[in-house]
């Protein structure tokens, strides 16, 4: 082969572009699958968007429910305290729900107060008559208020 200069464009286009056409084919076969892959990725993307979405819902969901459980089990524990207290001091389970607080020293606290209030109050039952002061003097006091009244001499 002899070596021949290349004095114009055509004849320098006209020698490259074979080498440059090779050179397409081959790059163009080595990325064939690019625009697949590409598309490929943006489905697996919207697929991780809706995975995270599920995860953080579901997520939300657990917490709500633990949430909602350890409340329900400090309701039952508390009460479970208010009850022994009120057993303790001799209540009765009705006095449970004047009882209040959110430990045990709060509820022991409340206890004893109920409980003092409830022992006050048990002392005898004051004496009281519908017919005014000084029935309780007199039996027929009732009876004659009834008989002044019929005859209309109020």
């Known amino acids: 082969m002899e070596f021949t200069a290349i004095t114009t464009q055509e004849e320098f286009d006209q020698r490259i572009g074979e080498r440059l056409k090779r050179e397409r084919e081959s790059i163009e076969n080595k990325y064939k699958d690019y625009d697949d892959l590409k598309t490929k990725n943006s489905e697996k993307d919207a697929k991780i968007g809706e995975l995270e979405k599920q995860l953080r819902d579901a997520k939300a969901e657990h917490e709500q429910a633990i949430a909602e459980k350890d409340a329900k089990i400090k309701g039952y524990e508390s009460d479970s305290v208010k009850t022994r207290i009120a057993r303790e001091m001799g209540l009765s389970f009705e006095a449970i ?41 007199n039996k027929d006091a009732g009876y004659k208020n009834m008989l002044a009244g019929m005859k209309g001499e109020e």
């Open 97 to 137: 729900d004047f009882i209040s607080g959110d430990d045990e020293e709060a509820i022991r606290k409340s206890a004893t107060t109920f409980k003092a209030y409830v022992d006050k109050a048990k002392g005898p039952a004051p004496s009281f008559t519908p017919e005014g002061e000084g029935a309780s003097k």
